[in-house]
Structure formats: C-alpha cells, structure tokens
C-alpha cells in the first residue's frame, strides 16, 4: 500500500465540499445540542470519496496486523467494509437487538482476534465503547478505534484501546436545559437522530 494518508485540512476540505459540515440548532444522538453538525451521508454517497477517506484510515494500521474491521450499523458499516477492503481484511458489523449492542447474521470472532473499530462521527464516543465491549465479549482484541470525525475536542477515551481521527472538530455542545441556541428561540434541526 502507497501512501494513502490525508491532512486534516485535506479532510475538512473534502467534507466542506460535500456540505457534510452543517451550521444551525441540532439535536446529536447523544441528547446534546450542538450549533454544527456533520451530516456524514453528504461525504458516504460518494464512493470515490468513502475510498479515499478509508484508506487513509487503514493507513495508520498497516503495520498493526488488523485480522477483523469492525463498525458500529449504519455509517459504520461503510466504513468497515472501505477499511476493511484497504487493509485487505473481513468486515463486520454491530447492530442494536433490544436497544444493546450485538454481533447478528452469523457475524463472530476468534479468541484473539485483531480488530480495528471504525466509526465515523464521535461526540461521547458511548457507541464505540458499547463495540468495543462486544469484542472483547466475542474473545477479539480491539487493537485501536479510527473515528473519520472526533468532534469531542479531546475528551473522547476508550480507556486501554488507543484512538486516532482524521479529522478533530472541538464543537460547542450542550445539555438541553443550557443550550443558549434553545433559550434564543432558534428552531431546531433533527439530523443524525436515530430515536434512541
């Protein structure tokens, strides 16, 4: 593999240039209130661009011996797949069962497998934390997170398992009760809600 690396301002311009960088009032999946959203769909419909983003990705593990990608349904999915193919390991996936994390559709691991978690935008990083559980439940060894977009500004941590992004936004965000966007009156955009 031929250096595939991106700049971060590479990144955000891509991003900027698919409209996948959104300013208004939105309500993020985590409950919290943000002024930005990154509406990732904007950047995925492109599959030159979704390729092009993952193997960048993969790049920073090249060298990690990745057995298994895995990403949490549904941005994830794509991610895993990208990655996984640049890497030239299997994709997998988690998905919800009764609103808890879980492998389905005859996905497992080995006792021991090496794996890559991908996710694509993270702002608590509660999804990943839930994947990364579900790993070491199946007896794989989550080797490191990749995040295309941390937008946590640093706060995000995974404890043991190390985590790279590429692309770091520190975005204002608040609980509903202090959202000053709230206390203005200004209405609100429901992107990226998933009803959890």
């Known amino acids: 593999m031929s250096d595939k690396s991106l700049t971060e301002d590479e990144v955000l311009n891509l991003l900027k240039e698919t409209n996948a960088i959104m300013d208004g009032h939105f309500l993020l999946t985590s409950g919290l209130h943000s002024p930005h959203y990154v509406e990732k769909f904007n950047v ?5 661009y979704t390729q092009r983003l993952c193997e960048a990705m993969a790049e920073k ?3 990690a011996n990745i057995e298994t990608v895995v990403g949490p349904m549904t941005g994830g999915i794509l991610l895993a797949h990208e990655t996984g193919k640049a890497l030239g390991t299997r994709a997998i996936f988690t998905e919800r069962v009764n609103g808890k994390m879980t492998f389905r559709r005859g996905f497992s691991l080995h006792e021991g497998e090496r794996c890559l978690i991908v996710e694509d935008i993270v702002t608590t990083g509660g999804s990943i934390k839930e994947v990364i559980d579900v790993v070491k439940a199946n007896g794989g060894i989550p080797v490191a997170v ?3 977009v941390d937008r946590s ?9 190390p ?9 204002e965000t608040w609980t509903p009760d202090a959202c000053p966007l709230c206390q203005q009156g200004v209405p609100m955009t429901q992107r990226g809600r998933t009803g959890r």
């Open 44 to 48: 995925l419909q492109h599959p030159a």
């Open 61 to 63: 593990f090249k060298d």
């Open 146 to 148: 990749s995040m295309l």
């Open 153 to 161: 500004g640093g706060k995000v941590n995974f404890g043991d398992v």
């Open 163 to 171: 985590c790279t992004a590429l692309l770091h936004l520190n975005v």
